[in-house]
């Protein structure tokens, strides 16, 4: 599959764009029109750019508001077409995007329309160039791809033929089935978008919304199958618009659109596997029996490259917090009910166990990155084949991480996801015990003598929460379904004192892991601006934090266990278990040991969640669940308590005693 | 009017948001349920801390999903509203808000809801607690204010009135005339709330995308003129969701909405007005002649404050930028044109000039706050009574700013705006001459010995372009509406390589005033983050630009000039001119002619735009601009063309003579 992207998609100028594309690994791109007037380069500088950065230039766009027009209009379009088709000349460009009409069309005559379109394309015969007409999903009378197919067939000249548009197809729910009988030779491009699903205007959607393949809700694995099986063998070129793009940095952003492309690729080839025997019996050619699904897909003209394949995880199997000082980490642990396991034999860690719940605690050199408080450094998972499933993420433009190892030592295979988090795949054994614990000390024995609380020693880890930077939630909900095969749940929002959270779920089928994504909201302190020319904004301050979970068979003796050794739980407001008892109608003696125990508590139509926090220390703290019956959520009702009162300890703008102060 | 807001408007702790509540000057709040569910004050506290901050604690909030339910579910929601009633009576508050049931309806049948909704009035009357019963928008049965009305009319009970919800009602479209014709005793409560208008689905819309009145597109003048013609006279309380809100300073928006309730007060009061004699008519009352109108409004129950009325500016009287080195200015305003006027007498400042635009350059002495470097600073507008107007704008919450003067010397009337620019208030003459330029010195004579060119004797200031941080837009929209009288535009969206410019005009009925309002895009540089916990944004820069127009009679004679005197011209990329010639035919001289001097060019129906800009200085550019014909727009098209090359500048990537560099 050739890759395309739009510079659209991009921030920066045209040349920056330019280079990250080609960094990227992108095959080509499509020139929007803006970034070349913008551009102090010329169109010959362009055309030695792409070549010395390798890159084809596919296609030109967009030229708007053509048919559908009166004479008068007509003739300054074609003169307006003429020197666009010139400038193509010098760019080396041949084929260029002509939108179906939205603001001067006003004749509604396919006869018309279609004498127009000639005319454009007997012009563009003459320059040698191709047109590639769309219909915009909001076009005043060509808005849907079949009405601008059937243009074109109409016209019937080698200049013109169609751009499909998965957003302009998708978001107005056409049937793409058809797509597979069109001539491919009348498919002169195809463009990509992906979209949440929303109810909104479609052309505040379109300018606004659209994310990469892989990051919305659109069937666009399906779209592509019928693309495949029209034969057609051009570029696949995302063309996105997007706020967030559009403000991020270009080069990652680039290899995020490409990591889209590679993964919809393989997508498109298992949707074409799935679907082979009805698409031959469908295109009526006789095939069947064993091997006529690969058989199927091979067959089509468009090369799909494969990508090495993985199950979903099979579970956690560590989670790793990093120090400076590693104490108060280590009191937190071993209140939780956490035995300590030992130092490693050459590297600067520990290892901490609670049942199958492992913690490594990071020791950090002084002057290492970063601030030095505690932190989430690290996720392990177990994978079937950590090799291939290592493979299959680098080739998904996951950047390895190296970690140091000996030579009789378990390597770990890594690397860091969106986030800066190191993602470590790992061997798990049947009897769920790492093969590197082998390669902690003999130093054995818990923190004070305490042994793991009774309710615990099935503990294992639930599910771990990380804060995303607004920036990079997409490319993070897309990198752990590529490359991690993790689900994405739809997302909910929670309150806290500084805006809605958006908390995004990605878990296995069996819930075996659950990696839950907040995208937290920007805090910022208002300073007085300092000059009188205003608008800047200063001393924004982050407030991420992020938790390990665990659950464990029986929360209430947990809870109480670690009470006794001193645990400093996250404090819960009374008014919160009025509220509960509102809403439930507890039992006293059930409730009251909520109360005493700071336990939060929720429940559905599946079963019962019980939970409590730590404090946080640095930017990490820990919670405690236990699931009762099938609950599969995660207390979202009581989330706002947790914000609320975090957010006051890191105000401290409430004294303990809760008086009131001025 | 008695003024409230819901503490769900704002951000942090539910003591915070009294506190800056109290601080912004409300009468009383509404009490949002998880704003006392996750806080540590017990309810006691609360009502004692509302005492003391002088705050009425008008509306608790919400009590969801009572209504249309089967006979289990009414019991379990009956004990809920036990409990929240005896929460009540502790917080000292007598009101309580039910919305209609979205999520737990099953029943449609009005004489079954009306049961239930009797069953909670007669419960609430034995804890003295007032039920107002609002219709949702998106309510499963009921989602219309008239229906919730009837609901309320056949219970009819003391304890059971009906909340109106602008929101609610406007967001459907709802006539706001049979308002008036509801018993005042039945309307428990009034939440007011603006929005932009869109095509969204109206939850979304309601929960994100809420603004305060003034700053939205609703008809709430209207809407309140039915609510004080019904005759009530309870609280008007404001409940706006809105993510940006949420996240700003809590007091900084406190005062927004305070401003925006006083604003509504003098609206719904001019409404009336305007809409008294048909009211009269309407209500049955007989009255007409002369003082009818006034009379009219004064008989509602309802007292309406009124505020010292101001008509809008009549022009600019100047504008000022500021610099600790102000080298850099004169030379740019003497390129351009400008006169030097002297310094004044007293203050270190100098005075410019170019035919009636006045340009002011503050000396900022070594030392000052901010960074120094060129800034804008202050606009002084010409209105027919400063002390007027100041008052006006200091009712309306804007913070005034002090600014010496001598005995003999004129006072100006001053204010910051949200953006912390200096707006003043000047005494324009009828001779288009400033009182204040008398107390410039007589040491005038142009820099370098050169004169205002010939084509600039009539420059004016045409209009001034300011940066707003995002999370103030809202805020200064309204401000610049409410208190100088100017009318907000429908905004544009400008493409610029590090996002999406909003645009948002602001203009007097004449365009004597022209204030640009630009909400720029949060610029991010990726830093790799440091910690392995990720999520921390860093290094965040702002390269908000803001800049000051003249319009003058020949913009190409006032380029040449500037261009003998060597200014530094905004560099127009040669493909900008190609792509005119293509969109416009434009004749050849005239085309190269443009291009020699770096002119840019627009044509609509209304006439032809020419202006160029200067290179930035410090965080400030200027801009000439020629108006042909009544053409009233600012070069939109070729917007992103100056934002594309000055973030080309500003980031320095692109070397002078345009040769690749990778």
């Known amino acids: 599959m050739r890759t395309g992207i739009a510079t659209v998609c991009l921030s920066g100028t045209l040349k920056e764009k330019m280079q990250a594309c080609a960094i ?11 970034d070349l007037v913008t551009s102090p380069l010329s169109p ?53 995007l002509v939108c179906s009409n939205v603001a001067t069309a006003t004749i509604d005559d396919d006869g018309l329309r279609a004498g127009q379109l000639a005319d454009l394309a007997a012009l563009a015969g003459d320059h040698g160039v191709k047109v590639a007409y769309e219909a915009l999903a909001w076009g005043k009378y060509v808005n849907d791809y079949e009405h601008a197919h059937r243009l074109v ?18 978001s107005r729910d056409w049937d793409t089935a058809p797509i597979e009988d069109f001539d491919p030779d009348k498919i002169f491009f195809v463009q990509v978008a992906d979209a949440p699903k929303l109810s909104l205007d479609v052309l505040s959607w379109s300018r606004h919304y659209r994310v990469f393949p892989g990051e919305g809700q659109f069937e666009l694995a399906k779209f592509m199958g019928h693309v495949v099986r029209a034969g057609y063998t051009g570029p696949v ?39 082979a025997a009805s698409a031959l019996n469908g295109a009526g050619t006789a095939s069947g029996g064993a091997g006529a699904k690969a058989a199927g897909r091979r067959r089509y003209p468009m090369e799909l490259a494969t990508l090495p394949q993985v199950a979903e995880p099979a579970g956690f199997n560590f989670a790793e917090v990093k120090a400076a000082d590693t104490a108060a980490l280590e009191t937190v642990l071993g209140q939780l009910g956490f035995e300590f396991n030992g130092r490693h034999r050459t590297k600067d860690v520990q290892l901490w166990t609670m049942g199958h719940a492992r913690v490594i605690i990071n020791e950090q050199a002084p002057g290492a990155v970063g601030s030095g ?7 392990g998972f177990d994978v079937d084949s950590p090799v291939i499933a290592s493979a299959r ?31 470590f795949l790992c061997q798990g054994s049947p009897d769920g015990i790492a093969a590197w614990i082998n390669e902690f000390g003999e130093t054995r024995g818990s923190v004070g003598g305490l042994e793991v609380p009774s309710g615990a020693r099935n503990a294992v880890i639930d599910h771990v929460n990380l804060a995303q930077p607004w920036q990079h939630f997409d490319e993070a909900v897309l990198f752990y379904t590529s490359a991690l095969a993790l689900e994405p749940q739809p997302y909910a929002e929670v309150a806290s004192p500084s805006g809605l959270v958006r908390s995004q779920v990605m878990q296995t089928s069996d819930r075996a ?7 937290a909201p920007v805090i910022q302190q208002d300073g007085a601006s300092e000059t009188g020319a205003g608008a800047s904004v200063t001393g924004q301050r982050k407030t991420y ?30 008014n919160y278990y009025e509220d509960l008892d509102a809403r439930f109608g507890l039992d006293p003696a059930f409730l009251a040991t909520l109360q005493e125990l700071n336990l939060l508590y929720d429940r559905d139509a599946d079963g019962e969640f019980l939970h409590f926090y730590t404090a946080t220390v640095g930017s990490v703290f820990f919670e405690m669940v236990e699931r009762r019956g099938n609950y599969d959520g995660y207390g979202a009702p009581n989330a706002p308590v947790r914000h609320a009162v975090q957010y006051d300890h890191l105000h401290q703008l409430t004294s303990p005693t809760n008086t009131i102060t001025y």
């Open 393 to 423: 993420a680098q080739q998904l433009k996951a950047p390895a991480v190296p970690r140091k190892s000996q030579a009789d030592e378990e390597v770990f295979q890594g690397f860091a996801a969106p986030d800066s988090t190191e993602i």
């Open 153 to 170: 067939e109409m016209v019937d000249h080698p200049n013109l033929g169609t751009c499909l548009d998965s957003f302009h197809i998708l």
């Open 44 to 96: 010959e500088d362009v055309r030695k750019m792409a070549a010395d950065l390798g890159l084809t230039l596919d296609l030109y766009q967009p030229f708007r508001d053509f048919d559908s027009v009166t004479e008068d209009l007509l003739s300054a379009n074609l003169r307006r077409a003429d020197a666009k088709f010139g400038l193509m000349s010098r760019l080396g460009m041949d084929t260029i």
């Open 373 to 379: 408080a505690p932190a989430i450094a690290a996720v």
């Open 513 to 519: 892991v659950r990696l839950v994504l907040n995208l």
């Open 24 to 34: 990227a690994g992108f095959d080509g791109i499509e020139i929007f029109e803006q």
């Open 237 to 275: 070129s995302l063309e996105v618009f997007n706020d967030v793009f559009r403000q991020s940095d270009v080069e990652r952003t680039a290899v995020d659109a490409m990591r889209s492309l590679i993964w919809l690729e393989e997508q498109s080839a298992k949707w074409l596997d799935a679907n």
């Open 545 to 574: 934090q992020e938790h390990i979970a665990f659950a464990v068979d029986d929360l209430v003796a947990t809870a109480r266990a670690a009470q006794e050794r001193g645990l400093d739980f996250l404090q819960i407001p009374a």
